[in-house]
T-cell receptor, first 113, second 112 residues
């Protein structure tokens, strides 16, 4: 079965610091990749997604992620975080043609003003 | 545009009581529907998914069941709740295998 690993479970940063959250998956075939964000008290929202094409994907709110096939990775980045980025972040992977995304355990990000 | 409704937002139920959580999707037809459970530090665990009316696939054996009586309605049920059923339950939908999933607001279930 496919698995998704998020290496950082808790991250604490100060405003303006750079962010990189790791995501690795185990499936060797075609994959669709996602990052979701869950702000406190809100529902899961899509930050960005990769289906094909340019492996560097731009998302909302200044986030981006890079798909590196050889490393089975899809790390999320933001050059300068804000207090409002405090949230839980989930990486998800779907095998190409599958209906079912598999989620990582999530990373809790706290940004201090 | 499409929207997903999930209710109730919070629920407190005694052990042994039945459960029914409802989820409906508007603005689309024949969606794929999902029930997930979210536990702190453990991510989202897929419980059930459905690709059509009356078709339910279960991912993990447990005290819960799901039904899809209508195209855009997905129900999570239990005949007798256990303490271990407490958690945050999320309904989601997707259009097809080439699109992302969209999530409802979730239901916080506490079994006492």
């Amino acid at each position: 079965a496919q698995s998704v690993s998020q290496h950082n479970h808790h991250v604490i940063l100060s405003e303006a610091a750079s962010l990189e959250l790791g995501c690795n998956y185990s499936y060797g075939g075609t994959v669709n990749l996602f990052w979701y964000v869950q702000y406190p008290g809100q529902h899961l929202q899509l930050l960005l997604k990769y289906f094909s094409g340019d492996p560097l994907v731009k998302g909302i709110k200044g986030f981006e992620a890079e798909f590196i096939k050889s490393k089975f990775s899809f790390n999320l980045r933001k050059p300068s975080v804000q207090w409002s980025d405090t949230a839980e972040y989930f990486c998800a992977v779907k095998e190409g043609g599958s209906y079912i995304p598999t989620f990582g355990r999530g990373t809790s990000l706290i940004v201090h003003p | 545009s499409q929207t997903i409704h999930q209710w109730p937002a919070t629920l407190v139920q005694p052990v042994g009581s039945p459960l029914s959580l409802e989820c409906t999707v508007e603005g689309t037809s024949n969606p794929n529907l999902y029930w997930y459970r979210q536990a702190a530090g453990r991510g989202l665990q897929l419980l059930f998914y459905s690709v059509g009316i009356g078709q339910i696939s279960s991912e993990v054996p447990q005290n819960l069941s799901a039904s899809r009586p209508q195209d855009r309605q997905f129900i999570l049920s239990s005949k007798k709740l256990l303490l271990s059923d407490s958690g945050f339950y999320l309904c989601a939908w997707s259009k097809d295998s080439h699109t992302e999933a969209f999530f409802g607001q979730g239901t916080r279930l506490t079994v006492v």
